[in-house]
């Protein structure tokens, strides 16, 4: 090497020295004079490998090229590095083994939300696509919804997709619930990557948070497992942005926010809102305003190997890379700009469900905030943060759950290992990024109490923040930050292996474990003792949370649950390790030994990387998959012959199941009817929040008054029970039976639709449910109307042609998702009723003329006909679709005007021979 690059090596690799020169940006390229065309206006990708090596195993001078903050100036060229892809592949497949029982076996996922709305729901989709419809409206659920502007199922999400593919539906949904666990995985790996953490540490990263406890547990709510998977992406590409001054990859963590939004609960999307809102404030407390920010240089580069240098930061290819901006004002608009840019993006694309949903949302229950009570709902239990460390003490949906409602919002175990590697990052406190992520890990912990804080008196206030209960869901934030904490605790650890306090450290926590493993097996043995004691002190001494968590424990740890429950393969092979007791005493004790033996020096560090990360695989494996979750047999949802019974004599008519005992497929619960267009008016309580207040409080005045479902068209009474309760003011028949389901014909059902000749306003809305709740009220001969000018219009009309006797004729001749077409004949004028229900963006024309639809009977529509022959139609022309639809194209027509602008700026920079410009 020539002296000239000697001292060129020595000037940028020296951190004091860099500082003192910073100031136009400096290209050095070894291999020629000039930069390469492609690489001009842009410092040289470079990349430290990712090996199972310890740090203080390079030589000395890479270690002090590659900080932290250095190896984090960009993001990683992932697909570019062997051992980074190895790593991202592992993690991807890794998935196939923790629920392998149902990936290879025909078994299926079935339980609450997924039997209830995911897998009819999306079924229904993908096939409404197939036949040229968009799902605008889905007549078969709750009288008629706006399957577009529910978020539940993800109708515009392009990863349902999989249920379009020739392969059994259960499978399908088999596959869909994998990927996303690996795309959880691979997505928390490059952000761990871009953040500086070496390729180990990134793997623990994804490991726990694809893993742990949230997600696990969250398997049954898809639309928050969908939605939760792409916070480590769009964060990945934000603080990516951020930290290059990237527009461009500003619009990519947009693109990826809209994708976050489509299949995602609205409260998850809240969720990553605030946390992308807390770290755009954390990044600009931690600007350095009011000089000149430093430069970003290429890392030198070894001319005599070729080699990339150790540590250096990676690079996106085809991103331009921009200067920091100087000082002053700058940087914050610069760095505001950004953010906002993410958020609009994101936004904007989604809009086309967004504003469907809006709408939707505010002419449902949450329209308005129910109060505190609601959104305190299932709080995470101060004493239920004992499961961090004593996973499923209280059991599980498999063996069986012990504990306060629902298990899946409560259980957020990340693994013994990780949370000691998560205490460890405190050694990197001084990284920006890890006091970053260790202030937002104790605020999720306080978030998740809810009512266990004086917070949620003030939150519950917080317009938006307070639409949604279960605070208990900021474990998805909380395992989020141990995560990427245990990523930067391993780093520490390997670089730091040759301090004698952390050995020190290393041989408390030996000692931690051999006094636990000698004491804690006592219970066993003296459990009815140590309860008696515990009484006594509950009696006399103490009542409060810490004497219910400590007997909570004595009661449940010694617990031996019968592993046959469960198709769970490592389950099976370890049954002694379901114990709540023995198997904290196996992670603790292996943790700690582990940890030991690297700090002694008995293991070396890439033995050590391996064995951490494949004790932390079993631990997560053991607690997580068809461990805690539920599965049947494929054959679960087939088609029942009671379904086949119905789709033989029901038409058009509708079915009701009055409770909620039962399997979905054989009752046809909430989202199930539509999986075979069969119409129903759904049950109560609903599965989706975004049920209309007035189809709530319709369904809550027919349990009053029966007779309401002879008005919607309800045919056929689906129960368990064996005969139909007294407050039935119908004539009911049994027609089916079988084991679990009764199946009773309303004889009095009236037509889907029919004519009647008067009305009455009576004016308020409680006076509209009163009246139909009231016997005198006949339903076939008069209905209720809100409009005054509707009945004035019905009298003039009246007046203005001959009264005639005659029998009104209806018939539907159509009915299809987005149009319905009925004939009519009458001798008099009046409406035309059909019991679907009133909303927003339903038109209809009477012999091809625009009509007006009026809200009728409190939920249903009405159309004035005049006297003789007409054929009315109905269609579905949602305006907020329009309007969402106009947003994301614009959304995206203005980024692809600047990917084409930002491009041809960069074209002249690409000719050969471009000079180098400072920035």
Avoid at 178 to 188: E, K, M, N, Q, R
Avoid at 252 to 279: E, F, R
Avoid at 840 to 862: C, H, M, N, S
Wanted: net charge positive.
């Amino acid at each position: 090497m020539s002296v000239l690059k000697r001292f060129r090596y020595f000037l940028f690799a020296n951190e004091s020295i860099r500082k003192l020169v910073a100031g136009p940006r400096l290209v050095i390229n070894h291999q020629a004079e000039r930069p390469k065309p492609a690489e001009a206006g842009c410092s040289r990708a470079v990349y430290r490998p990712l090996s199972f090596q310890s740090d203080d195993a390079r030589p000395e001078r890479s270690r002090r090229v590659s900080s932290g903050s250095q190896a984090a100036e960009q993001l990683p060229n992932a697909l570019a590095n062997q051992k980074d892809l190895t790593l991202m592949v592992i993690l991807f497949l890794l998935p196939l083994a923790c629920f392998a029982d149902v990936v290879f076996l025909p078994y299926t996922f079935y339980l609450l939300d997924i039997e209830l709305v995911q897998y009819p729901g999306k079924i229904f989709l993908t096939e409404m696509l197939k036949e040229g419809q968009l799902g605008f409206w889905n007549p078969y659920i709750f009288m008629g919804f706006p399957l577009l502007a529910e978020p539940e199922v993800g109708p515009l999400y392009p990863l349902n997709l999989f249920f379009a593919l020739p392969i059994p539906h259960y499978y399908a949904l088999t596959l869909f619930i994998v990927i996303h666990y690996s795309l959880a995985g691979v997505f928390t790996y490059l952000l761990a990557r871009s953040l500086g953490i070496g390729r180990a540490g990134s793997f623990i990263s994804g490991l726990v948070f694809a893993f742990g406890g949230f997600l696990m547990a969250q398997l049954t709510n898809i639309n928050i497992l969908t939605g939760s998977v792409w916070l480590p992406l769009i964060l990945c590409l934000l603080s990516q942005a951020i930290r290059r001054r990237s527009y461009t990859l500003a619009a990519g963590a947009g693109i990826a926010l809209a994708l976050q939004i489509l299949p995602s609960h609205p409260q998850i999307i809240l969720y990553i809102l605030i946390v992308l809102g807390l770290y755009y404030l954390y990044s600009l407390l931690t600007l350095p305003l009011g000089s000149k920010s430093q430069d970003k240089v290429r890392q030198p580069y070894s001319q005599e190997k070729g080699d990339e240098v150790e540590g250096a930061p990676l690079k996106l290819p085809g991103l331009r890379c921009a200067s920091l901006p100087r000082a002053g004002i700058q940087p914050i608009l610069t760095l505001s700009f950004i953010s906002l840019t993410t958020v609009m993006v994101g936004m904007g694309l989604a809009a086309i469900q967004l504003i469907p949903a809006w709408q939707l949302k505010e002419l449902s229950a949450l329209s308005e905030s129910p109060g505190y009570d609601f959104v305190t709902a299932y709080s995470l239990p101060k004493f239920r943060l004992l499961s961090f460390l004593f996973p499923n003490f209280l059991g599980n949906p498999v063996i069986g759950y012990k504990g306060e409602p629902f298990f899946e919002e409560h259980h957020g175990y990340v693994g013994i290992l990780p949370l000691i590697l998560a205490a460890l990052a405190w050694g990197k406190r001084r990284d920006p990024q890890v006091r970053f992520f260790g202030l937002l890990a104790p605020l999720s912990v306080v978030l998740a109490l809810g009512n266990e804080t004086p917070l949620y008196h003030l939150l519950a206030h917080v317009p938006v923040f307070n639409y949604f209960r279960i605070p208990a869901r900021w474990l998805f934030v909380l395992t989020f930050c141990l995560a990427i904490l245990a990523g930067y605790g391993l780093d520490y650890l390997l670089e730091q292996r040759e301090k004698r306090s952390l050995l020190n450290w290393a041989r408390w926590l030996i000692a931690a474990g051999l006094l636990l493993t000698l004491t804690l097996p006592s219970l066993f043995f003296y459990k009815r003792q140590v309860m008696a004691a515990t009484s006594f002190i509950k009696e006399h001494l103490y009542s409060g949370t810490a004497i219910y968590a400590l007997r909570a424990l004595i009661r449940y740890l010694p617990r031996f649950p019968d592993a046959s429950q469960t198709t769970n393969l490592l389950a099976r092979l370890f049954p002694p390790l379901l114990n709540p007791l023995l198997f904290f005493l196996l992670m603790f004790d292996g943790s700690a030994i582990l940890l030991f033996l690297f700090l002694w020096k008995k293991v070396s560090p890439r033995w050590f990387q391996i064995m951490a990360a494949g004790l932390i695989t079993f631990d997560l494996f053991m607690t997580g998959g068809t461990t805690i979750n539920l599965v049947q047999d494929a054959s679960y949802f087939d088609k029942r012959a009671s379904t086949v019974f119905l789709e033989k004599n029901l038409g058009l008519a509708r079915i009701y199941s009055p409770d909620r005992e039962g399997e979905a497929p054989q009752k046809l619960l909430d989202y199930f009817p539509m999986l075979y267009r069969i119409q129903s008016i759904g049950n109560l309580p609903s599965v989706s929040v975004l049920t209309s207040q007035r189809y709530n409080e319709f369904v809550d005045a027919l349990r009053q008054n029966t007779r309401l479902l002879n008005l919607a068209g309800v045919q056929y009474i689906l129960t368990a029970r064996e005969e139909p309760e007294e407050w039935w003011h119908n004539t009911l028949r049994k027609v089916y039976s079988e084991e679990g389901l009764n199946i009773y014909e309303n004889l009095d059902v009236m037509p889907r639709a029919f004519l009647v000749h008067k009305a009455e306003v009576p004016g308020s809305d409680e006076a509209i449910l009163a009246r139909l709740i009231d016997y005198d009220f006949d339903l076939s001969s008069s209905i209720l109307l809100e409009d005054e000018s509707a009945l004035a219009r019905l009298e003039s009309m009246a007046r203005g042609s001959p009264s005639t006797e005659g029998r009104d004729e209806v018939k539907i001749v159509e009915y299809e998702a987005n149009r319905v077409v009925i004939e009519t004949i009458s001798s008099q004028a009046g409406f035309l009723f059909l019991s679907d229900t009133y909303y927003p963006g339903w038109k209809v024309r009477v012999d091809g003329q625009e009509e007006t639809i009026y809200r009728a009977d409190y939920l249903f529509r009405a159309v004035l006909v005049p006297p003789g022959q007409h054929v009315v139609e109905f269609t579905f022309d949602p305006v907020a679709f329009k309007v969402g639809l106009a947003v994301a194209l614009t959304t995206g027509a203005v980024l692809a005007a600047a990917a084409i602008v930002s491009k041809r700026r960069r074209q002249p920079q690409a000719g050969r021979g471009a000079p180098l410009r400072s920035p």
